[in-house]
């Protein structure tokens, strides 16, 4: 399992990258990717052309399906969403190949930048998945 | 892995998506050792599969078998299984995990008129194992260990021996592919296991779980006990009364089965094409966005690899069954249009 030191993550296995211009990248960790197993849809969030879409922080913004099961994915931060990643819905399984990066979900302007200390760092989130596997 | 009637399963090996692929394209391997086996053997062993099942077991040959159902008196089913008549008076039954303790019990009861030595069943569900070989190239890995097994028929069953390991060797499965059933003493199942992988190591053999086999067995549109097949569900519902022969009214479950045939069922078995989600067990199917009356319910539901779309079986009210086309299926609390579909929705090629 593969865990990027320089991300933050959540319990329920979203990984969060912080951008230069203080807007954030989410998506779903390699952990979380190898229990959902083969990733076939996913559905994110819509962009609504002149008008804000607000994601609320622990509200299921994503809805990734596998071969085995549905999953809701949980918004780790409150905030506008700025982008999604268009390819995505076309290529779930680029999740499963690359969780950290073509398979990236969503961009936010986090509304409360505090939720960022809330997380958890890479070191915290590798323990966590450890004692989960016990 | 995962509990599954008490057996510890792998649902995959690796990804499911390409054991399917495995399947389809040159042979799988699936460990199927908690499917349940019961004997029934004696003089009236033929008499009592006739009543017992739907199927009629009397046009079984030694070393034939076919598929067949155990109907309640309802009309409903108890299970579905396959039966191998391995001699005149010996009848193996392999039935589903989840209910042989509860079909041991009913065969019990219904065999009670029979005589004690005349008809006798066992629960031998504890000194069998069973492993399924499946796929185009699978008579190809069965044939390097045992050559006669290449001229076998579609649903025949005979002894083999593969790799110095005995086994009852059936030309069936639940797959939409070719392929074996093996029928192997739980001491020796190790060892045939890892016999029939080497032998198929270079004809890309790869083992496959239940995962995968629940795609493929949903893509032929081969029902699953407890989805398509309850015990409220009509056979004649479920795209099975094929297996139903009313030429028996001694039969256990005739009248309401008989009566089920002349007067219609409720309702009907229908493939869906969902466009969009996937659309899994238990979802409900709507005629248009505000109706407040369902059609029907999803049975079956999956990504389906060889089709590479989200497949569905529902079971739908018969009247609006006719002619559909277009539905909505509730994902979650969104209806998401499906498309109505012939069955089976793969099958494969000769």
Known sequence: ?134 | MVDFAGWEMPVQYGSIVAEHHAVRSAAGLFDVCHMGEIEISGREAEACCARLFTNDARTLRPGQAHYSLLANENGGLVDDVIIYRLEAERFLVCVNAANVAKDFAWMKSHSAGFSAGGCVLRDLSDEFGLIALQGPRATEVAGRLDPGLVAAGRFSMRRSRLAGVEVWAARTGYTGEDGFEFFVAPRDAVALWRALLEAGSDLSLAPAGLGARDTLRLEAALPLYGHELGEDISPFEARVGWAVKLNRPDMVGYAALAAAKREGVARRLVGLEVLRGVARHGYPLFASPDASEPLGYVSSGSHCPTAGKALALALVAAGAAAGLDRALVDIRGKRRPVRVTGLPFYVRQA
């Open chain 1, 1 to 134: 399992m593969e865990v990027l030191e320089e991300l933050l993550y959540t319990k329920e296995h979203e990984w969060v990258r912080k951008e230069s211009d203080g807007s954030v990248v989410i998506g779903v960790s390699d952990y979380a990717q190898e229990q959902l197993g083969d990733i076939v849809y996913v559905e994110l969030p819509e962009m609504a052309e002149g008008e804000d879409v607000k994601i609320d922080r622990d509200e299921p913004f994503a809805v990734i399906e596998s071969v085995k099961a549905a999953s809701d994915v949980y918004s780790p931060l409150s905030g506008k969403l700025a982008e999604i990643n268009d390819e995505l819905p076309n290529t779930p399984a680029v999740i499963n190949e690359d969780c950290y990066g073509d398979g990236w979900l969503v961009r936010l302007e986090p509304s409360n930048p505090d939720e960022l200390d809330e997380l958890m760092s890479a070191d915290d989130y590798y323990e966590f998945v450890e004692s989960l596997s016990v």
